[in-house]
């Protein structure tokens, strides 16, 4: 499913920065530049690339994250899916089927955003062995980020971005075991101060299911926003 993709992410290109001994560790200003903000948007554009059949989706949408455990992925192209997590549940909407797909984020932990990684404090550090990739263009500032643990959901990821100010703007690369790539380019974070909805609309006449199909209930409006549950942004 074309959805479930979004959780491998992301973008082979990278942002062409100047990069100067003066300047702090670029990923590390882009940790700290996110870090700031306990709620924001970003703009972000998509490619899907499939190594089995050749095929690549395009999208594009506004992501908009609440930290520590909520996220919110709205796709402006067609069929304008919704990705969302109210702190507890987690929303799959899919208009070209008229479904709702909803459950309790800790009964999907193959369900994740790499997103997270740059959000937790720490992560990138205890999770990851973090390293240079050269680039025949020497302007790139590109990171491999291996996992320390194997891990079945990826093989490494890929961070590319500009060092210095300016607008933040960066690429996030994920490669998936079966050669599979999801890539996403971030630009325009937008400070939110908390005010949006994390539980999407539902739409009259959609069903409702959990992940495995079977008929579910909408959960109520109103999750606590400290609830204790931690999913992956």
Known sequence: ??????????????????????????????????????????????????????????????????????????????????????????WLILPEDKQVMVDLMARQPLLWSPFSILTHPNRLTDEFRVEPVKDSDETIMTYRLTPVTPNNQYRFLHIGLGSGGGAVKFTLVVFDSMGNQNLLFFDDLTPTGGKFDFQPPVPDGFTVTDFAGQPAQLPQHGPNREDNSDPDI
């Not at 554009?45 to 095929?55: D, K, V, Y």
């Open 1 to 90: 499913m074309v959805m479930l993709g979004l959780f491998m992410v992301c973008l082979l290109q990278t942002v062409r920065a100047q990069n100067t001994q003066n300047e702090p560790d670029p990923l590390q200003n882009l940790v700290d530049r996110i870090g700031v903000h306990d709620s924001f948007s970003l703009r972000f554009r998509q490619s899907i690339e499939n190594a089995t059949s050749g095929q690549t989706i395009h999208a594009r949408g506004l992501v908009y994250i609440d930290k520590p455990n909520r996220f919110r992925w709205d796709y402006e192209t067609d069929p304008r899916n919704i990705i969302a997590c109210d702190g507890t549940y987690l």
